[in-house]
T-cell receptor, first 112, second 117 residues
Framework: KNQVEQSPQSLIILEGKNCTLQ??????????LRWYKQDTGRGPVSLTI?????NTKSNGRYTATLDADTKQSSLHITASQLSDSASYIC???????????FGTGTRLKVLA | EAGVAQSPRYKIIEKRQSVAFWCNPI?????LYWYQQILGQGPKLLIQ????????DSQLPKDRFSAERLKGVDSTLKIQPAKLEDSAVYLC???????????????FGSGTRLTVV
């Protein structure tokens, strides 16, 4: 069964600190993996998109990694800011389909 | 390029009433999705259209939910009658279906927050 699991479920950090969010998936065959940031009450906004051949991709203070062998991805946030407080959702698309499998997200709270 | 437009942004209705949401995808995007996102959970696919045909509606509660995309562009999602558990954010997303557009073009709207009281 195609599944995407994220950890931790929630995380609280102090402003300026770094953090890493995890995503494990069982989607097969794999096409691509996306990380989204979702502010409360808003639609998800894409942070990174990674295909099978990409190991690392950065978008400002956000860096995503992908290990297609172990089917794991991580999202690293550097020097966190209050505006990083949001839910971060990992989404995986199966090859040959236009179906997207969503993780349940990690809720991040950055405190001053 | 304009994004995925959704309206209304917010809606409060009483249980057993009807409600409709509207989505205008990015121009040229053949695939349109409706998702239900309950607070604290990830989005759940309700229905996926390819142009004006339904690709997947396996998780759509068809006794009360309906959706259409008559001309392969705009789409409406209707709930009739609404239940308390329908309170959620309803997200619309669209995507091209080929080439790099299919990879990078998958885009969400801002959603409609529905509260059923």
């Amino acid at each position: 069964k195609n599944q995407v699991e994220q950890s931790p479920q929630s995380l609280i950090i102090l402003e300026g600190k770094n953090c890493t969010l995890q995503c494990n998936y069982t989607v097969s065959p794999f096409s691509n993996l996306r990380w989204y940031k979702q502010d409360t009450g808003r639609g998800p906004v894409s942070l990174t998109i990674m295909t099978f051949s990409e190991n690392t991709k950065s978008n400002g203070r956000y860096t995503a990694t992908l290990d297609a062998d172990t089917k794991q991805s991580s999202l690293h946030i550097t020097a966190s800011q209050l505006s990083d407080s949001a839910s971060y959702i990992c989404v995986v698309r199966a090859s040959g389909t236009y179906k997207y499998i969503f993780g349940t997200g990690t809720r991040l709270k950055v405190l001053a | 390029e304009a994004g995925v437009a959704q309206s209304p942004r917010y809606k409060i209705i009483e249980k057993r009433q009807s409600v409709a949401f509207w989505c205008n995808p990015i121009s040229g995007h053949a695939t349109l999705y409706w998702y239900q996102q309950i607070l604290g959970q990830g989005p759940k696919l309700l229905i996926q259209f390819q142009n004006n045909g339904v690709v997947d509606d396996s998780q759509l509660p068809k006794d009360r939910f309906s959706a259409e995309r008559l001309k392969g562009v705009d789409s409406t999602l209707k709930i009739q009658p609404a239940k308390l558990e329908d309170s959620a954010v309803y997200l619309c997303a669209s995507s091209p279906t080929s080439g790099t557009g299919g990879l990078y073009g998958y885009t969400f709207g801002s959603g409609t927050r529905l509260t059923v009281v």
